[in-house]
Every structure is written in structure tokens, then in C-alpha cells.
């Protein structure tokens, strides 16, 4: 009888060789793990990790990524440490630079290679949550022998990508199990779980990256996404994520080439000055609860001269 080992081997040579990878993602990372990569599903080896001095660049390099989505790792943690899992935050390199993980459960994840430190890319170890993640740039699941490595296929992990607020693909979001009665369902529960943290650490970062803007939820789009639009006091877009950037066709640094909201989400943009000067004088009055005069003072007008602006619209 074939070992585990064995089995998982051929069963990845005859996906390779059948030409599956054209109809499965997990076979097509297969590929790339052993033709693109060089990797050996059999390879024992050790983890790859980068040194102390070298983690603590990784995570200063990732500036307020790290504190905004500590309190979202916290909440996920509680939510899911009853299957036996631990949560990593690993970055575009795919090197795990913060964890959470019951104490009791430590030993056997480190020695799984879940601990800060380590590189989960797909070119040090192949097919895997965060490294398939980061290759696709998109959430995923790996459920146990879905993985490259036969060392690995003790595992289900499902991972979400965060993207900044400029939409680059910045960290990646993992929760890992070696819970051996984990069903699919439940690993498809919590592949949408760490998904849609990961979508609330990327709005909390673009409200933090544009503290000044209006920020502006693209309609037409379910709200989860979090396709947001970061908008100047002239209505002019200067930020926007991943989602919104993607649904609108947005490309480029937005800080220095901003776009008209009303060209981006397709609104009537042929404003003439009288009805801009129009919407001024409204906004002042709705700040000032309809009071005249405090309106007039804000726009450094005399109450006379509201009156017929007013009336002339």
C-alpha cells in the first residue's frame, strides 16, 4: 500500500501530466511549483526564515498596516481559536511577521512552520495559502492535499490578500487548522471570514491614509467589497481601493492626477457656475440650520447680498 507521501505525489504527476491546470487553480499552482519553482512535493527540508533583524525591518516596513490590524487579527482569533487554529499576517514576500495561536498549540505550529519569521511564498514552498494568495492575489483556500508539499498536507489554511490604500497588494491575512475533522464547508466559512477582515483592515487604512477626505462608497456594489472612492472638498477623487480601482477602471497615482467624482461614477458633470455657486450657498445654510445671517458670515457675505443670490436662483 502506498504511503500518504507516495499517493499525494502521483496524484499531483497526473495532474500535471493531464493537463489540469487549465481547469483548476490548485493544479496550475502545481505547475508553477514544479516546473517554475523546482520544488520537490517530497522535499523534508527546513522552513525558510529570515533573521531577527531582518523581521524586524519586514514589520517596520509595514508601516501602520501592523497596529490598524492587530485589534482585526484579535477579533478573528476569538472566532476561530476553537478549531485548533492559528492566524498569521505575512507580507508581500509572503514572511509571517505577526501571529496568534493558543499557547497549548504553539510547539506543533512553529514546527509546522506557522511562526513569525518564516517564508510561505510559492517559491520556497509551493502551493500554500499565503503564497498561492500572493501569486493569484486573490482570497483562497488550500485544504490539506492541496498543498505542494506532502510535509504540509496536514493543513487547511485559507487566506485573504489586504491591499493598501494606494491598491497594491501589501499583506496577507491567514488562518491554518491541522483539525483533521475539518470538512470543506467549514474551511469555505472560514475562507469568507478572512476575507472579509481582511476588506475591514484595508477601509481602516484608507480612512487613516486620507483623514481630510470624504470618503465616498461606490454604488452599485455590495457593501462588503469596499470599494472606496477618497474625495477632496472639489469633489475631486484622490484615493481609492483596490475594489473601487478595479470596478472603475481607475489607474495611476490619484494624488497627483485626481479625477472628477462625477466623470468616475458617471453623474451629470455639466455644471454651470450658478448652480456651483448654488450648492455653496445651500451647504452654508444646512450648516448653519437655515439662519441667514450665520450663513452670510461664514461665506463672508453681507445677509443683503445671500438674500439676492438666493433669489436669483
Known amino acids: 500500500m502506498p504511503t500518504p507521501t507516495t499517493a499525494h505525489i502521483t496524484r499531483i504527476e497526473a495532474a500535471i501530466s493531464g493537463g489540469l491546470a487549465a481547469k483548476s487553480s490548485v493544479a496550475a499552482s502545481w505547475v508553477r511549483s514544479a516546473q517554475l519553482y523546482r520544488l520537490d512535493p517530497a522535499s523534508r527540508s527546513g522552513d525558510s526564515r529570515i533573521?531577527?533583524?531582518?523581521?524586524?525591518?519586514?514589520?517596520?516596513?509595514?508601516?501602520?498596516?501592523?497596529?490598524?490590524?492587530?485589534?482585526h487579527l484579535d477579533r478573528l482569533f476569538q472566532i476561530v481559536s476553537g478549531l485548533g487554529a492559528c492566524i498569521v499576517?505575512?507580507?508581500?514576500?509572503?514572511?509571517?511577521?505577526?501571529?496568534?495561536?493558543?499557547?497549548?498549540?504553539?510547539?506543533?505550529f512553529e514546527q509546522s512552520g506557522l511562526w513569525t519569521g518564516t517564508i510561505w511564498s510559492e517559491a520556497d514552498v509551493g502551493t500554500n495559502g499565503i503564497g498561492t494568495c500572493l501569486a493569484e492575489g486573490r482570497a483562497v483556500t488550500i485544504h490539506r492535499d492541496q498543498h505542494f508539499l506532502a510535509r504540509n498536507i496536514g493543513l487547511s489554511c485559507s487566506s485573504a490578500p489586504v491591499h493598501g490604500p494606494d491598491g497594491r497588494l501589501a499583506a496577507v491575512i491567514d488562518v491554518s487548522t491541522a483539525r483533521t475533522d475539518l470538512g470543506d464547508a467549514v474551511a469555505g466559512l472560514i475562507g469568507s471570514t478572512v476575507a472579509e477582515v481582511a476588506r475591514k483592515v484595508e477601509a481602516d487604512l484608507f480612512h487613516l491614509e486620507f483623514p481630510r477626505a470624504r470618503v465616498v462608497l461606490v454604488p452599485g456594489l455590495d457593501r462588503g467589497l469596499g470599494a472606496l472612492l477618497a474625495v477632496d472638498a472639489d469633489d475631486l477623487v484622490i484615493g481609492a481601493t483596490r475594489a473601487a480601482r478595479q470596478h472603475l477602471g481607475v489607474t495611476g497615482d490619484l494624488a497627483t492626477a485626481?479625477?472628477?467624482?462625477?466623470?468616475?461614477l458617471g453623474l451629470d458633470s455639466h455644471d454651470t457656475m450658478d448652480k456651483a455657486e448654488r450648492g455653496v450657498l445651500?451647504?452654508?445654510?444646512?450648516?448653519?440650520?437655515?439662519?441667514?445671517?450665520?450663513?452670510?458670515?461664514?461665506?463672508?457675505?453681507?445677509?443683503?447680498?445671500?438674500?439676492?443670490?438666493?433669489?436669483?436662483?
Open 89 to 108: 499576517l505575512a507580507d508581500s514576500r509572503g514572511v509571517v511577521v505577526d501571529r496568534r495561536g493558543a499557547p497549548g498549540d504553539d510547539r506543533s
Open 258 to 264: 485626481p479625477r472628477l467624482l462625477s466623470d468616475l
Open 282 to 313: 445651500t451647504r452654508a445654510l444646512v450648516r448653519s440650520s437655515g439662519n441667514i445671517s450665520a450663513a452670510a458670515r461664514a461665506l463672508g457675505l453681507s445677509r443683503a447680498t445671500l438674500h439676492r443670490k438666493l433669489d436669483r436662483g
Open 51 to 71: 533573521t531577527a533583524s531582518e523581521l524586524a525591518l519586514a514589520r517596520d516596513q509595514l508601516g501602520p498596516l501592523l497596529p490598524t490590524a492587530a485589534p
